[in-house]
């Protein structure tokens, strides 16, 4: 997608310093966050518990602020032809504010993981040894256009003890602006300094080019978006990066499957919302049920309007489906598009997985004990299930309260990514004045 100004001009340049370049506002940001992340880590929980609720509450009274914000994206949107779905993700109403607020109010009830001691043991010498959970300093995000994902990761940033530099996507300028207009205000009332929380407040891409270069001040990116994004940022970023990437994910219809409970979880996987990253892409059926199951799946998904696209086994027994080419296989269709092959058994499907998928979440769909501790072991990627829909692969779901995103990178955290995935553990060591023989 083309860099994109946005519609209403006073808001998108104001906010860019005139007497600054892109690179000079980017590193002053990223400095300004250092700084305050060393307040952030210093906060006591009660304090930051007491931030986010009032952050909660601040949403909830500035809503139609943020709606009328919101409006002008959704403007913007229209006039480039954005999708009904693309439109969908980047809309809010006084619901989903709410629902923003909730989420924040959710973090806040979780536990703090910052301070806690991992582990503690004494040597032979008497030191006594210990690792304790600290945050990761700085986090710089790079999101897509969904305007609650600023709320969130805020929440989740600040709960950590960490300082947050945010860029959303360039769709969501204005809704993204009010939101951490709104968060930071909170900031300086609880006497934190503002910069704990920034977002980049103009949509120029150099922004994210720039962010990338900041490894004095950034300690870790976090790219949560499609190829494009993950492909540039793994090329141009000297900080560490934990990708999140897109979710090809698939479900493995087993040869023991319950018909029914698969139909369910399949049509939930594909159909309940298709256009996030949970979603399911393709589905592999084990040989031996294919007669049976091909044209009982195909009915429930067809009437649903799922357009299949299988292989040639699968179009032996759904002959209404079109043929999938190997692009199929890669592809995360995000829509009403299902790829569909059938497979030898378990070991195929688990190549097939690991093979095509990214990393993202997996499903068997088996009565067979030993296979789905096998599909446990043996798939590659950042969740895997037994009998459940993929669409579960989502931090509230998963008790995390909320997620940074989906990691599809083994370093530093894989899946969903919670407060204890934003901190680290540094070593402590009591003595009583031993010293090295
Ligand atoms: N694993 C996970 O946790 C998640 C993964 N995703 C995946 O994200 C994708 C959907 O998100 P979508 O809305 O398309 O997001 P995009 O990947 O298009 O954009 C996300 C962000 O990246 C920026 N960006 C994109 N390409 C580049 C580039 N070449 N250089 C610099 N910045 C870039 C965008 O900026 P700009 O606005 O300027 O285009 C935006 O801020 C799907 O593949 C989905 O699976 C989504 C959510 C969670
Ligand atoms: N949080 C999501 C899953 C991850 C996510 O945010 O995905 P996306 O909607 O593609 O940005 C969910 O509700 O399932």
């Known amino acids: 997608m083309e860099p994109f100004i946005p519609v209403n001009k006073p808001l998108g340049f104001a906010l860019r310093e005139v007497h600054m370049s892109v690179a000079e506002q980017i590193r002053s940001i990223a400095a300004e966050a250092r700084q305050a992340s060393f307040a952030m880590a210093k906060l006591s929980s009660a304090a930051k518990d007491q931030l986010l609720l009032d952050m909660a509450l601040a949403l909830i009274n500035d809503a139609p602020h943020i709606i009328e914000e919101n409006k002008k994206d959704l403007e913007a949107g229209q006039q480039r032809g954005l999708s009904a779905a693309m439109l969908d993700r980047l809309m ?9 607020a909730d989420a924040i109010r959710e973090v806040a009830q979780l536990p703090d993981p910052v301070g806690e001691v991992t582990g503690m043991w004494k040597r032979p010498n008497d030191l006594m040894v210990g690792k304790m959970r600290i945050p990761l300093g700085v986090i710089g995000i ?26 959303g996507g360039s769709e969501a300028i204005h809704s993204n602006l009010a939101i951490a207009t709104i968060l930071k205000a909170q900031l300086a009332k609880h006497g934190i300094p503002a910069a704990a929380l ?8 150099e922004g ?6 900041q490894e004095e001040y950034i300690d870790v990116i976090i790219p949560r978006g499609g ?7 793994v090329e ?18 087993d040869a023991t499957a319950d018909f029914e409970m698969a139909r369910e979880i399949i049509v939930n996987a594909k159909t309940q919302r298709p256009g996030v990253c949970n979603a399911l892409e393709t589905l592999l059926i084990h040989k031996d049920i294919a007669e049976t199951f091909v044209p009982f799946i195909y009915e429930a998904l067809s009437t649903l309007k799922v357009e299949l696209r299988g292989d040639k086994a699968f179009r032996q027994f759904a002959p209404k489906a079109t043929e999938a080419t190997e692009e199929d296989w890669y592809a995360e269709y995000l829509e009403l598009i299902l790829a569909a092959a059938v497979v030898d058994g378990l070991d195929a499907a688990i190549d097939h997985i690991n093979r095509y998928s990214s990393l993202h979440t997996e499903s068997i769909i088996t009565g067979d004990y ?31 309260g909320a997620e940074i995103g989906i990691s599809t990178t083994k370093l530093h955290s894989f899946g969903p990514m919670g407060l204890t995935d934003l901190t680290t553990t540094k070593f402590i060591v009591y003595g009583s004045g031993q010293v090295r023989p």
């Open 370 to 400: 030993a296979n789905s501790q096998r599909f446990i072991r043996e798939v590659n990627s950042g969740v895997v299930m037994v009998n459940a829909s993929t669409r579960f692969s989502d931090g509230n779901q998963l008790g995390l």
């Open 236 to 253: 141009n970023s000297k900080i560490p990066v934990i990708k999140h990437y897109k979710g090809v994910c698939h479900i493995f219809v």
């Open 92 to 100: 809010l109403n006084e619901q989903r504010v709410k629902g923003m």
């Open 227 to 233: 190829e494009s994004l993950i492909r540039f940022v």
């Open 198 to 205: 920034s977002l980049i407040p103009f949509v120029e891409r």
């Open 142 to 167: 790079i999101y897509e256009s969904r305007p609650n994902v600023t709320s969130d990761a805020a929440a989740l940033c600040l709960k950590s003890g960490n300082a947050v530099v945010l860029r």
């Open 208 to 213: 994210v080019t720039e962010m990338l270069k």
